[in-house]
């Protein structure tokens, strides 16, 4: 079944007509038959009106009306007859109703015996005529069940749409409902068959929200819990190291693992931070030129451990944002660069303002990324095929970019770097207007 | 008038809207397993528009096509499209596939065509005998009302009758829906191989052949019973021979297509 609506109009109306309709033609059928009798009625009552007349009277021009015709016949003589009637006997003498020919008409003829007079009173009406009036008095009682149709039609429509409205807002809610929104539905009047469903869905919504918060939770419980064994972890590593005097090259695999793993727990809890429901931003005037400089400044000791050129352009530009989350998202572009451009490379971060937007651009000359892989990067997760071995990474960076910068209602793309090679991030972030 | 011109447009629109239905109702039951075969309805109203303009066209050259071969060309005609009809709806229900077909592609362009040109046939048939009917009516000023109000009141009787079924056989199983579906089609094309037979030999393009039954007295053709079987299944009181044998040969050919055999004994097909 398509549409309820369509379904319920249609055969509604379908069984409306076929009933109705029906009905009429049976009426029709039944009224003609009574019109018969009738119009029977009258042809008796008007030979008795003929046999009272005083035939002296009668001459070839008396007519008792256009339809009806008669003879008065005495021993096999016409001794009467109207204006219509033949010279000859238009039915015989039988007595009774019958049908007879003449004048190029069909006629309902009636004959009756005067014993009074001792004569033969024959009257006829022109069936044709008779029918014509019985069919049109018919049609005019079945006519209003035609010309009603359109109108019952549309008082069902009107009455289906809006027995199913509840069902429509219904629809029309959970259609129109965002990716992450979880409240209950709310219908104006809930009809009692629907209550169950809506309790339903409602009850639904109700759990996938509690699980999607405790999935969410879990995850940020957990890193925070593991904060603090890790930093022990850290500072007992570090002793041990003290204590042995050595640096083998397992101790060093231990230690990586260490930054790894906080690394790992640090960006998880980023994550969740940036998560539309979690951040709280403060957003006001902040100016990206020096956000960029305060983040270069305290990432610079490890470029500079790798040898790598770093080159910061532009000036002082305002946008409205969050300084801390936008701190987050330079550090995790420029650490990406730092990470994947090989020891000696340049990075080069571009900010320019314009009428449209600010744009923040952070390049490398590093292996760049694959036409295929570069709308996948932005997923939790996910590693580039050229993430290589030496680097450390946990796939969220560039997540919570994506986050940071849907806060921001700004526009992250991969392009390819001017250097030649490499890539480049572009955040644009929308202008004043916007 | 009104009683004449009740029974006249019923017996072709019956005819039409019946037919419309089960071939609505075939596609839909087919699509259910095989969305890409008629992906939208649009067909039904390029059908029906092709149908409406055939008929008045038909109507209105009738004078001049009723003179072709030595004056039975209306009767040769209309056999020409019932026996057309059969052919187009044997290649649809022959077409009918497990694959899914994707619209647009060949097959599907071929059995949006046979149904479009099976439904226009059909409207333009029965549309063309009503038109017909309704001009020769014109001129008597005293009976355009009520010939009108009966068309009317027959058609609306035809098309409600067509809707009706079509949705208490969405109502059941669907393979009883279907089975059903396909013996009226099947019914329908005996019916149409029986009429170009009749014609046929009206035209002296036929033998004429002995009369097999004379049923007119238990169940006349034209009671309101007799027109509605008429419509359903082909019903005839006095049926020739090759009538008879032509409608067993239409009827027996849908039946032995793969859609029909797999729906009545439920194979994988459809």
Redesign the interface.
Request: hydrophobic fraction near 65%; charged fraction near 5%; include cysteine.
């Given at each position: 079944m398509t549409s309820i609506r369509k379904f319920l109009i249609l055969a509604i109306v379908a069984t409306l007509i076929l009933f109705n309709f029906i009905a009429a033609l049976r009426g029709y059928q039944s009224s003609m038959f009574e019109a018969e009798t009738l119009f029977d009625n009258q042809l008796l009552d008007l030979s008795r009106l003929v046999s009272n007349l005083d035939e002296s009277r009668i001459n070839g021009e008396f007519r008792l009306g256009n339809n009806v015709a008669f003879q008065i016949w005495d021993n096999d003589q016409l001794v009467a007859a109207s204006f219509h009637a033949p010279q000859d006997l238009i039915t015989p003498l039988l007595g009774g109703f019958e049908y007879s020919n003449f004048e190029g008409y069909r006629w309902r003829t009636y004959t009756r015996h005067d014993d009074v007079r001792n004569r033969w009173v024959i009257v006829a009406e022109r069936t044709d005529l008779r029918f014509i009036l019985a069919e049109n008095v018919v049609l005019e009682s079945i006519s209003p069940i035609l010309v009603g149709i359109p109108i019952v039609g549309l008082v069902i429509w009107v009455v289906v749409s809006f027995g199913l409205s509840p069902l429509t807002q219904l629809s029309s809610q959970l259609g129109r409902k965002k990716v992450g929104d979880l409240s209950p539905i709310e219908l104006r009047q809930t009809p009692s068959e629907l209550e169950p469903v809506l309790q339903s869905v409602n009850g639904f919504i109700n759990r996938l929200s509690l699980a999607l918060e405790r999935e969410k939770r879990f995850s940020a419980d957990a890193a925070h819990e593991l904060r603090t064994p890790i930093s022990a972890l850290k500072i007992q590593l570090h002793n041990l190291q003290q204590e042995l005097g050595t640096k083998s090259d397992a101790f060093v695999d231990l230690q990586q693992g260490v930054e790894r793993m906080q690394h790992l727990v640090e960006q998880l809890l980023s994550l969740y931070r940036s998560t539309p429901d979690q951040f709280a931003a403060e957003c006001r005037s902040v100016d990206l030129h020096e956000i960029t400089q305060d983040v270069v400044a305290r990432y610079y000791p490890m470029i500079e451990a790798r040898e790598q050129s770093l080159e910061l352009e532009g000036e002082r530009c305002l946008i409205s944002g969050d300084r801390f989350a936008l701190e987050t998202l330079i550090t995790n572009l420029l650490s990406n660069a730092g990470k994947y451009t090989h020891a000696g490379g340049n990075i080069r971060l571009k900010i320019s303002s314009a009428e449209s937007g600010a744009q923040l651009v952070v390049e490398d000359d590093g292996p760049g990324i694959s036409n295929e892989e570069r709308h996948r990067v932005f997923d939790r997760f996910y590693r580039t095929g050229n993430s290589g071995s030496k680097a450390t990474g946990c796939g969220l960076g560039l997540t919570i970019v994506k986050h940071i910068a849907d806060l921001h209602g700004a526009h992250v793309t991969v392009e390819d770097s001017s250097f030649g090679r490499g890539v480049a991030f572009r955040v644009a972030f929308p202008g004043a207007g916007a | 008038?009104?009683?004449t011109s009740?029974i006249l447009v019923l017996q072709e629109i019956l005819e039409a809207a019946l037919l419309l239905s089960m071939l609505l109702l075939v596609t839909r039951l087919i699509e259910s397993g095989n969305k890409g075969l008629i992906a939208n309805r649009t067909w039904i109203w390029s059908a029906l528009a092709c149908g409406v303009l055939l008929a008045w066209s038909y109507a209105l050259y009738m004078p001049v096509i009723a003179e072709w071969f030595d004056y039975v060309g209306q009767e040769v005609t209309n056999a020409a499209c019932q026996l057309l009809t059969i052919v187009l709806l044997l290649v649809f229900i022959y077409g009918i596939k497990n694959q899914v077909e994707l619209p647009g592609s060949a097959h599907t362009l071929v059995a949006s065509f046979c149904l479009i040109v099976v439904v226009a046939l059909a409207i333009m048939r029965e549309g063309s005998e009503i038109v017909l009917y309704l001009r020769g009516i014109m001129g008597q000023p005293?009976a355009v009302?009520?010939v009108l109000?009966g068309a009317?009141?027959a058609t609306?009787?035809g098309?409600?009758?067509g809707?009706?079924l079509y949705?208490l056989l969405?109502a059941l199983k669907r393979h009883i829906a279907l089975r059903v579906a396909l013996v009226l089609l099947a019914f329908f094309a005996g019916n149409m191989a029986s009429q170009a037979v009749l014609l046929l030999t009206q035209a002296d393009w036929a033998p004429y052949t002995s009369q097999v039954w004379d049923s007119s007295a238990l169940l006349p053709e034209y009671s309101v019973a007799g027109q509605l079987l008429y419509a359903l299944v082909g019903y005839e009181a006095t049926p020739s021979l090759l009538q008879l044998a032509a409608y067993v040969g239409a009827f027996l050919m849908i039946a032995a297509s793969p859609v029909f055999r797999s729906a009545w004994f439920r194979q994988d097909l459809v």
């Open positions: - | 008038m009104f009683l009740v005293e009302s009520p109000l009317a009141l609306g009787i098309v409600s009758c809707i009706l949705y969405i």
